[in-house]
T-cell receptor, first 113, second 115 residues
Framework: QKEVEQNSGPLSVPEGAIASLNCTYSDRVSQSFFWYRQYSGKSPELIMS????GDKEDGRFTAQLNKASQYVSLLIRDSQPSDSATYLCAVNSDSNSGYALNFGKGTSLLVTP | EADIYQTPRYLVIGTGKKITLECSQTMGHDKMYWYQQDPGMELHLIHY???????EKGDLSSESTVSRIRTEHFPLTLESARPSHTSQYLC??????????????FGPGTRLTVL
């Protein structure tokens, strides 16, 4: 059973729209949740971290966490073509003392002009 | 911006060669990690370290070895490279500053091709 699940996409949204990316995880004791952006051929770049239920906003990005449903999402408002990338959901692992992360395969986002 | 460096960025090498991938960070982070990522696939943890002289294997079986003699340095070594080792290798580091603050930051990666 996959521990972190994401729809691989591609998710296509027009420029200026809201992009909604979703992630589910299987480990109920997970405490830390992260969204990374990865451009093709590059390394992951941290966008958001969230640790408590509810919403966390940072500029155009909003992370949402629902631990009861084991669900975390990322909203990107006013999407720009430069947002086109793969977005990785990462959840801390119960193994390895809880510091290592389990990653989903990522959702490919395409923002069209 | 994270200060974590990896060298070389690209490496093409023949089967059977010994190689060392370098990773250094200047943030004083105590925890460091090596991940392997194939194109279109998720990252898999292959090694991690929670401090000097501490190294552990990750979830993905790997024929590589690591060492952590200095806080800032976490090299990965392949004694005898094989084509199956062809992949992108990503180094990351983190510092635990509390339950709500343990972000990992990644280096630029090393893309390894074994012929």
């Amino acid at each position: 059973q996959k521990e972190v699940e994401q729809n691989s996409g591609p998710l296509s949204v027009p420029e200026g729209a809201i992009a909604s990316l979703n992630c589910t995880y299987s480990d109920r004791v997970s405490q830390s949740f992260f969204w990374y952006r990865q451009y093709s051929g590059k390394s992951p770049e941290l966008i958001m971290s969230i640790y408590s239920n509810g919403d966390k906003e940072d500029g155009r990005f909003t992370a949402q966490l629902n631990k009861a449903s084991q669900y975390v999402s990322l909203l990107i408002r006013d999407s720009q073509p430069s947002d086109s990338a793969t977005y990785l959901c990462a959840v801390n692992s119960d193994s390895n003392s809880g510091y290592a992360l389990n990653f989903g395969k990522g959702t490919s986002l395409l923002v069209t002009p | 911006e994270a200060d974590i460096y990896q060298t070389p960025r690209y490496l093409v090498i023949g089967t059977g060669k010994k190689i060392t991938l370098e990773c250094s960070q200047t943030m004083g982070h105590d925890k460091m990690y090596w991940y392997q990522q194939d194109p279109g696939m998720e990252l898999h943890l292959i090694h991690y370290s929670y401090g000097v002289n501490s190294t552990e294997k990750g979830d993905l079986s790997s024929e590589s070895t690591v060492s952590r003699i200095r806080t800032e340095h976490f090299p990965l070594t392949l004694e005898s490279a094989r084509p199956s080792h062809t992949s992108q290798y990503l180094c990351a580091s983190s510092e635990y500053r509390g339950r709500d603050a343990n972000e990992q930051f990644f280096g630029p990666g090393t893309r390894l091709t074994v012929l």
